[in-house]
């Protein structure tokens, strides 16, 4: 493949990655407040309070984290900053265990961001 294609093919990868980047932000404040509205329902009990309490942290928090990544590689990508590719690749492999959504954005960006002119791209810059 030509430069041209694959720095079309890198510019839609970085789009994607910011853009489901925003959307788990909003995902991950959406699932902090749902579950810490869900903790005004449960009765006294004592394990069902516990397990709410641990959840609406630890969830919102890996959600989080995980879009905040993305985000910031598909920024990176979009300069076409070596590191960027390198957190793409990890995010995107970490993103194919998402089925189906994730792996289909995982598989695209690994075989976006692990052909030959792709590299070749990356060391230019």
């Not at 788990?24 to 397990?51: C, R, S, Y």
């Not at 969830?59 to 905040?68: A, K, N, R």
């Not at 070596?82 to 957190?87: C, G, H, K, V």
Request: glycine residues 10%; hydrophobic residues 55%.
């Amino acid at each position: 493949m030509e430069d041209s294609k694959m720095k079309k093919h890198v510019t839609v990868v970085g789009a994607i990655h910011i853009g489901v980047g925003i959307l788990g932000l909003i995902a991950a404040v959406a699932v902090f407040f749902a579950l810490n509205f869900a903790k005004g329902f449960v009765e006294n009990e004592e394990v069902p309070t516990m397990v709410l309490n641990i959840l609406a942290i630890c969830l919102p928090l890996l959600i989080g984290f995980m879009s905040t990544l993305g985000l910031v590689g598909g920024i990176g990508l979009l300069s076409y900053m070596s590191w960027a590719r390198y957190l793409i690749i990890v995010v995107a492999a970490l993103g194919c265990l998402n089925i189906p959504i994730g792996t289909l954005k995982g598989v695209y960006s690994l075989w976006v961001l692990l052909q030959d002119d792709t590299i070749k791209l990356f060391e230019k810059k």
